[in-house]
């Protein structure tokens, strides 16, 4: 099994930066495509970001240039640092993690369970 463990969601003030963090642990024998979706009350889930194995880099427009994605490779990890977060960033944010296990040699993908993110003065 792969499992992924989420933080640094919360209650941020319009301007303000949030940093996310999703740690996958489990039989990985490699990891390829890692990326933050995002759903909001009565929308259905985005896309954010995304980051392939060779460090390349997708956003949705409406948050290009304010939210950057990275990723530690020696920890299994994916963060989204946010910037500049505007009240219609208001969403529960969640990693979603693609590879392959160790071992089965069979592919994974897999999510977290979900940070909240608010921003509201």
């Known amino acids: 099994q792969v499992q992924l463990v989420e933080s640094g969601g919360g209650l941020v003030q319009p301007g303000g930066s949030l940093r996310l963090s999703c740690a996958a642990s489990g039989y990985i024998l490699s990891i390829s495509a890692m990326g933050w979706y995002r759903q909001a009350p009565g929308k259905q889930r985005e896309l954010v970001a995304s980051?392939?194995?060779?460090?390349?880099?997708n956003y949705v427009d409406s948050v290009k240039g304010r939210f950057t994605i990275s990723r530690d490779n020696a920890l299994n990890t994916v963060y989204l640092q946010m910037n500049s977060l505007r009240p219609e960033d208001t969403a529960a944010y969640y990693c979603?993690?693609?590879?392959?296990?160790?071992?089965?040699?069979?592919?994974?993908?897999?999510w977290g369970q979900g940070t909240q993110v608010t921003v509201s003065s």
């Open positions: 980051i392939a194995s060779g460090g390349s880099t």
């Open positions: 979603n993690v693609k590879g392959r296990r160790r071992w089965t040699y069979t592919d994974f993908d897999s």
